[in-house]
């Protein structure tokens, strides 16, 4: 197993992605955002464990993710001008983002 910087980030970003939807639910009851942060978050997961695993698809894979999240989250950002959970979401994707690409 290998934890690298950007393994580590997949791995918290992923949980931070399940954690994030299950309060959108519990808040306002949406079951986009359970849907949306359960299978994000386990997407991140998976592709962190891959990459933990020395797979480069893990990374590829992971990266796509967070590059997603990150666009979709600058949509809502600026649609409701609400920093939480879209800033938050920004900020893990782009760190996410450039741990992978620093240890690339």
Do not use: C, D, H
């Not at 997407?43 to 020395?54: F, S």
């Not at 600058?74 to 994707?93: C, D, E, N, Q, S």
Request: net charge positive; no cysteine; hydrophobic share 55%.
């Amino acid at each position: 197993m290998n934890f690298s910087p950007s393994t580590i980030a997949l791995l918290v970003y992923g949980v931070i992605a399940i954690i994030g939807g299950i309060i959108g639910f519990t808040k306002s009851q949406s079951k986009a955002s359970i849907i949306s942060g359960s299978i994000s978050g386990v997407g991140l997961l998976i592709a962190g464990t891959a990459a933990a695993q020395n797979q480069e698809w893990g990374k590829i894979a992971g990266m796509a993710i967070a590059a997603l999240l990150v666009i979709v989250f600058i949509v809502r950002l600026i649609k409701t001008k609400k920093f939480m959970p879209a800033g938050l979401m920004i900020i893990g994707g782009v760190s996410t983002l450039g741990a992978a690409l620093l240890s690339a």
